[in-house]
């Protein structure tokens, strides 16, 4: 019982940083430096499956205007 409830939370904390990321970037998409810095933010606290539903949104949520930080952010991050 105990493990099924910390299952619920965990997948729900999962949730609402991905949820997070996307609030906070549609909040500093007025600026390029500060969207960069939190995107590349967001990158490092994501699982692998977040970031790519972080990477699809943040595309089809931003294209054209911040494209090239987008793929930017996600390859360099992708090295580290």
């Known amino acids: ?9 965990a997948m729900t904390l ?6 997070l990321s996307k609030q ?8 390029k430096t500060l969207f960069r810095k939190e995107l590349t933010k967001a990158i490092g ?7 790519l539903l972080l990477k699809v949104w943040c595309l ?3 294209s054209p205007m911040y494209r ?3 793929i930017d952010a996600f390859r360099t ?3 580290v």
């Open 1 to 9: 019982m105990v493990f099924q409830h910390l299952k619920i939370l």
């Open 14 to 19: 999962k949730t609402s940083m991905l949820e």
């Open 24 to 31: 906070v970037l549609k909040r500093v998409s007025f600026d």
């Open 45 to 51: 606290w994501l699982k692998p499956d977040e970031k």
């Open 60 to 62: 089809s949520t931003f």
């Open 68 to 70: 090239d930080i987008v």
């Open 77 to 79: 991050m992708a090295k």
